[in-house]
């Protein structure tokens, strides 16, 4: 009895130290409720209340990853992700806001993409199903999921995002100007045409 007690605490351990990145998303249950009257009276200007943005400069929150909006919005309020915006927005909610927000926005069905320039998306289609090898890039759908739908819970989805913001983000992680262990070295083995590719094709993932 005495090993099998020592054994699960040891186990415990293990769990918590892997789990460890994950520590700023609170546990405790989502208020859906307190989730929409957030995003209908906030987030609502920029990425529509229910998270499908109509402005390609804003990023589509329908049904994202909510650990990863979570992640992020934490990363918004600790500044280790810099963008003046998302800092302000993010600074005024409590740990419990955003689990709700999240929540509500995962909930939300993303409104449907097309991709339309076929050159480039036979290109992504390529990048995204099995990386670059000549430059060590895995394929994305590794991650991000065949559908482009994401992972819970560090995986974002990529499916039905704005292509501009996507190459964006990958030309930021690449340059540092959003540090990341993973995506950084990913993305510095893209080409811009790569990038401007796989951004395109994973606009039109549903
Ligand atoms: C004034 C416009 C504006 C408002 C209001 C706003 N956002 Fe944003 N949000 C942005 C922009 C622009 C970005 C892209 C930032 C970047 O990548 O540099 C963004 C990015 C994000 C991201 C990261 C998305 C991704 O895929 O990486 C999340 C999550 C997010 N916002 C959540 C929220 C929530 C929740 C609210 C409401 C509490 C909110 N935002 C309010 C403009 C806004
Ligand atoms: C080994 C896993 C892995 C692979 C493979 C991978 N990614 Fe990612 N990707 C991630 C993680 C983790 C994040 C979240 C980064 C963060 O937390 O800021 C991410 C974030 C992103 C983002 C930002 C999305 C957003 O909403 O903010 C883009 C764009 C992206 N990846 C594109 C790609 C592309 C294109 C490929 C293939 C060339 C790829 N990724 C391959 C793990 C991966």
């Known amino acids: 009895m005495r090993v099998f007690t020592g054994f699960a605490g040891v186990m415990l351990l293990v769990y918590a130290g892997a789990a460890a990145p994950a520590a700023a998303v609170p546990a405790a249950k989502p208020d859906m409720e307190r989730g929409k009257q957030i995003a209908s009276t906030?987030?609502?200007?920029?990425?529509?209340a229910d998270?499908?943005?109509t402005v390609p400069a804003n990023p589509m929150l329908a049904g994202q990853q909510g650990g990863y909006i979570a992640a992020q919005l934490a990363a918004f309020k600790a500044g280790t992700r810099p963008?003046?915006?998302m800092q302000g927005m993010a600074a005024g909610l409590s740990p419990d806001d955003i689990r709700s927000v999240a929540a509500w926005f995962e909930s939300q069905k993303p409104a449907a993409r097309f991709a339309h320039d076929k050159a480039l998306v036979d290109r992504g289609q390529q990048i995204w199903r099995a990386g670059v090898k000549a430059s060590g890039v895995p394929a994305c759908a590794g991650c991000h999921g065949a559908t482009g739908a994401g992972n819970p819970v560090q995986y974002p989805r990529l499916a039905g995002q704005y292509p501009d913001?996507?190459?964006?983000?990958?030309?930021?992680?690449?340059?540092?100007?959003?540090?990341?262990?993973v995506m950084g070295p990913i993305a510095s083995g893209l080409t811009e045409a790569d990038m401007k590719a796989v951004a395109e094709y994973a606009s039109g993932l549903r």
């Open 42 to 48: 906030v987030c609502v200007a920029c990425h529509g």
């Open 51 to 53: 998270g499908n943005s």
């Open 83 to 85: 963008s003046p915006i």
């Open 165 to 181: 913001l996507s190459l964006g983000w990958l030309k930021a992680f690449a340059s540092g100007a959003r540090p990341h262990p």
